[in-house]
């Protein structure tokens, strides 16, 4: 956590609107990008933001200085997304742990290349047709850049979970691309 | 570099890469307007100026009820003989109806100042809540 983050959460823990807003509009559009992806629904994904941060707010008092604002952040947002897609966690919890899946935690990857803009939009659509659990999982680990142990704490599941989740999604999505992906 | 590796390699820049869509507008404002803490409402105090316009707007309202005894005297120091016992009767009557009106008026101020005194507490009460 940063410390200007800190020093936001603090003022907006005594009751200061400003630092709270400060602190939305860092992680509103990534929170927003979440919900939209996991619901697949402008408008939804909109009220689940809102309300998400809305209720920061009221148990920000309860917020412990020593945990990570970002996972606790994500935790809210994910029971919101559980109460909006009633068969996610039921999902989720479905998804057996490979215990022979070793995934390197290595983070984004720094280099980047250009990719045109047709496999975005092929991407974007296969993440689309992706089942609820893999497209939140997959949106925490790429769009957010949260790591493996921030996304299993984040929506309460066990680290092998997520690692078989997030392995499966890109498994779904590598087939579902492969045509494409074939003739670059 | 294999296949697998190549094909992982292209995904994951793919991912990363991926446009975030813009936030709404109007997201930002509708939270702060959410938690906005709500107009704090002055509770209602009885100050001297208030009793001054009372008091002033007791004795307007006595003047105007008054002065119909005031014409009816004059009338009757004019000794006009028909009016006669028929003065005597308006005084008695328009008196008793002045001073009832005049007491009426003091009761609705006293219950006006209590409803608001009241409404106020409650207020203070609720925020405090």
């Not at chain 1, 992680?27 to 697949?40: E, G, I, P, S, W």
């Not at chain 1, 997959?138 to 996304?151: D, F, K, L, N, P």
């Not at chain 2, 001073?99 to 507490?121: D, P, Q, W």
Request: charged fraction near 20%; aromatic fraction near 8%; include cysteine.
């Amino acid at each position: 956590m940063q410390i200007d983050e800190r020093l936001l959460i603090q003022r907006a823990q005594r009751g200061d609107t400003i630092a709270f807003e400060s602190l939305m509009q860092h992680h509103a559009q990534f929170v927003y990008n979440v919900a939209l992806r996991t619901l697949n629904n402008q408008r939804e994904a909109e009220d689940l933001t809102q309300e998400a941060f809305v209720r920061v707010w009221k148990a920000l008092p309860k917020f412990r200085a020593d945990a990570q604002f970002r996972t606790w952040l994500y935790r809210i947002v994910t029971n919101l997304c559980y109460s909006r897609l009633p068969r996610l966690k039921n999902d989720l919890n479905a998804l057996d742990t490979d215990d022979k899946l070793e995934l390197a935690d290595t983070g984004q990857r720094v280099e980047t290349r250009l990719l045109n803009s047709e496999l975005k939009d092929q991407l974007s659509d296969a993440i689309k047709q992706l089942p609820d659990g893999y497209r939140l999982l997959i949106t925490m680990r790429h769009v957010q850049g949260m790591s493996y142990a921030e996304i299993a704490k984040a929506i309460d599941m066990p680290l092998g979970t997520v690692k078989t989740g997030i392995f499966r999604a890109r498994r779904a999505l590598r087939t579902a691309l492969a045509a494409y992906l074939n003739e670059l | 570099m294999n296949e697998q590796d190549r094909f992982d390699a292209l995904l994951d820049d793919a991912l990363n890469e991926l446009p975030l869509a813009p936030l709404p507008p109007t997201l930002i404002s509708n939270v702060m307007a959410q938690i906005a803490p709500a107009p704090a409402i002055e509770p209602f105090r009885l100050r001297a100026s208030d009793i001054w316009l009372a008091l002033t707007a007791a004795f307007v309202v006595a003047c105007m009820l008054f002065s119909p005894l005031t014409f009816v005297n004059i009338l009757t120091e004019m000794s006009i003989p028909e009016l006669g016992t028929m003065t005597e009767n308006i005084r008695g009557d328009w008196l008793g109806f002045s001073i009832l009106l005049v007491l009426a008026e003091i009761v609705l101020g006293i219950v006006v100042y209590a409803g608001i005194s009241f409404s106020s507490l409650s207020w203070q009460g609720f925020e405090a809540r």
